[in-house]
């Protein structure tokens, strides 16, 4: 193996099994032997380029960046967890291990489940297609795309714990409102004032307790857009610290369905042609204007 082990050192990216073959002047099951060695002795790592399997070898000081123990694995199961951990909390289907790995179904799908007994990954079913899986490494986390987040209990919409929390957000942004109104008499310092963030937002849901789960602030964001798009809620933009744009939300007042020309004071004012700045009729001191900018 100390032969292979140079071969390795020239190629710091490593090298394919093709190259192998060329450079190392032994037979073709006594390279595999080999390299199962050092696959074992936990010597070697692995990497896939599509479906070329590359093998590298390891610094000394280091135990291959893996979160998982690869040591008594055999070759394909070593191939497989590299595979299904580059996948990340997304996880991969049996078609794509089955393409990176060149491995045949069966003989895959007997390695799938070897690392399963031995905890070193896991199945999961997505929300949008429970008939099939995907795969990814037994202590990470699914991503919410899989699972459906908050708002799903296995494969089942939670209908009634959303409205109940769109309610109660709706709630707190009324309250919001009301109280700025109530405390500041200038219309601009109110508006400001009945604004809130998404994590103000998050923050009161974590207080009410109605939520088994701590909610994602991408999750928060979804009810708030809910409750725009319905026709409850205002979104504005401000801007933060270092120029950082940032979403605020605030409750408004319902008023009939009109043109937005006509929700404007000045769009059914009799006297628009007389009013200017500073005029006897004018916006500054216009009581219907202050009203309008309380919306």
Same mark, same amino acid.
């Given at each position: ?5 140079a071969?390795?050192?020239e190629?710091?990216?490593g090298? %394919?099994?093709?190259?192998l073959?060329q450079?190392?002047?032994?037979? &073709?099951?006594?390279? @595999?032997?080999?390299?199962?060695k050092?696959?074992?002795s =936990? +010597?070697?790592?692995? +990497? %896939?380029?599509?479906s070329?399997?590359?093998y590298?070898?390891? $610094?000394?000081?280091?135990s $291959?960046?893996? %979160?998982?123990?690869t040591k008594?694995m ?5 191939i497989?967890l ?9 996880g991969i ?6 393409? +990176?790995?060149?491995l045949?179904?069966?003989?895959l799908?007997k ?7 031995k905890?070193a990954?896991k199945s999961?079913?997505?929300v949008n297609d ?11 986390? *699914? =991503?919410?795309s899989?699972t ?7 494969? =089942?919409?939670?209908t009634?714990?959303?409205?109940i929390?769109?309610?109660? @957000?709706?709630t707190?942004?009324?309250?919001q409102?009301?109280?700025a109104?109530?405390t500041?008499?200038?219309p601009?310092? $109110?508006?400001?004032n009945m604004?809130v =963030?998404?994590?103000?937002?998050k923050n009161f849901?974590?207080?009410?307790g109605?939520s088994? @789960? ?5 999750e928060? +964001?979804q009810i ?11 979104? %504005?933009?401000?801007?933060?610290e270092?120029?950082?744009?940032i979403?605020?939300?605030r409750?408004i007042?319902h008023q009939?369905l009109?043109s937005?020309?006509?929700r404007v *004071?000045?769009?059914?004012?009799p006297?628009l042609?007389?009013?200017t &700045?500073?005029?006897?009729?004018? &916006? ?12």
């Amino acid at each position: 193996s100390s032969g292979i082990n140079a071969e390795y050192g020239e190629y710091p990216e490593g090298c %394919t099994d093709s190259l192998l073959k060329q450079k190392m002047k032994m037979s &073709p099951s006594k390279l @595999v032997a080999v390299i199962n060695k050092l696959l074992t002795s =936990d +010597k070697v790592d692995l +990497k %896939t380029q599509g479906s070329i399997i590359i093998y590298q070898l390891k $610094a000394e000081s280091t135990s $291959a960046g893996s %979160t998982v123990s690869t040591k008594g694995m055999n070759q394909e199961e070593k191939i497989v967890l590299k595979i299904i951990e580059e996948s990340g909390n997304k996880g991969i289907w049996v078609k794509d291990i089955r393409f +990176k790995s060149n491995l045949q179904l069966t003989q895959l799908n007997k390695v799938l489940k070897v690392l399963e007994s031995k905890k070193a990954i896991k199945s999961v079913r997505p929300v949008n297609d429970s008939k099939k899986k995907v795969y990814m490494l037994y202590d990470s986390k *699914p =991503d919410s795309s899989l699972t459906g987040g908050a708002w799903y209990n296995q494969s =089942d919409f939670e209908t009634e714990f959303v409205d109940i929390l769109g309610r109660q @957000v709706l709630t707190f942004l009324q309250r919001q409102r009301a109280h700025a109104e109530v405390t500041h008499s200038d219309p601009m310092a $109110a508006q400001r004032n009945m604004m809130v =963030d998404i994590k103000q937002v998050k923050n009161f849901i974590s207080q009410l307790g109605i939520s088994k @789960v701590e909610l994602e602030e991408e999750e928060v +964001k979804q009810i708030l857009e809910s409750l725009v798009f319905d026709g409850f809620v205002c979104r %504005t933009y401000m801007l933060g610290e270092g120029g950082k744009r940032i979403t605020f939300y605030r409750a408004i007042k319902h008023q009939p369905l009109t043109s937005g020309l006509s929700r404007v *004071p000045c769009g059914v004012c009799p006297l628009l042609s007389q009013c200017t &700045p500073g005029g006897q009729v004018s &916006p500054n001191s216009c009581v219907y204007m202050k009203e309008w900018l309380m919306f």
